[in-house]
């Protein structure tokens, strides 16, 4: 006898639980096979996708490693449509029977089928046995099997709610983490835009005080006092070699003494030293160690307070002469020299060569000035 119903329900779009065994719907199984002294029974999720069982008793190979079929392998697709049980005694001889690969190799030929209900009783899947012999279902067995589905649809409605829960909390987590990462890229992005404000002002600053000097002891010196404070700096080394001079005489102002009134070091352009390559390659040169910064750095130390442990030079890129410099900002610690500190002292070399360019000209200028005129006679 096939119970058959009109079709009323539409297919769950997705199953509650994936195409997987599942310990508890396994042993439910295995439960209804004993008591209905069956060799299969079978917890069958039925949705658009195909149908999943997560619980199966005597399910042979491939189908209880895949746990899932297609729609048109499905036994179970007429209870979930009409949420009728469906009972067959011989699918051989039923005018419905199917004509499918899995009804086959599983040997159907007795089954009975109760509907399993979502929480507004909703069919989503089948609670059904499965006999290889023609087979009278009778009214006890009906009543197992009905008793059975109602306790299987209640741990699918719990499992659905610990899963909707868990996938909620999941969505929490992924909200907190997401808010938590605009929150630090909003934080290194203020970071960023504060650092770039600062080095901003320091050059605005930089560049104003340069506007007046005349010398390169003031140079030297308003450099100096304006990198103290924003960049922590306890040492300004310019240095500067003549047209056609393979030598860079270096210049210092270090905390706690004047500014050096003659050179404190002279260096050879090319990959010596940090200041000599900056200089000959037009490149920025760190110099994160004192082991690094060689023998200028010990031309130092013997000035006042002049020890220091790391440095960034920098070259001079002067434009009204044939001359070539650089700048080096020195730290009494060894510290990284990072991104925002390069951009720093790249930034205020640029208007330190415009006031190295002014005091260069104007001291060829005095030159010129105090040279006679010598007219023809």
Known sequence: MVTTGEELYDLPTWSVLPARPDPVFDRLAAALAEQMCAPRAFVVLVSKGGQVFPGAFGLPEPWNSRRSTPLSESLSLPVVRTGNPLVIRDIRTSPAAPDREAVQALNVVAYTGAPLVDAHGHPIGVLCVIDVRPRTWTARELTVLNRLAGECSRLLQLRAVELAEEEARAATRRADASAA????????????AEAEADRARLVARLSQALLPVETFAEVL???????????GATATLLGLAEAGSTDLRVWAAVTGAPPSAGPVATVCLGNEHPMGAAAHDRRLVTVPSREEGGRLFTALARLPAGGVAAGLAVPLVLGQH??????MVGWDQERPLDESVRAAVTGLARHVEHAVDRVLLRAQRLRLQATPLELSA
């Open 322 to 327: 044939s001359s070539t410099g650089a700048l």
């Open 221 to 231: 010196r308003t450099v100096d006092r304006l990198v103290r404070s924003p960049l």
């Open 181 to 192: 990462a605009a929150a630090e890229a909003s934080r290194v992005a203020l970071l960023a």
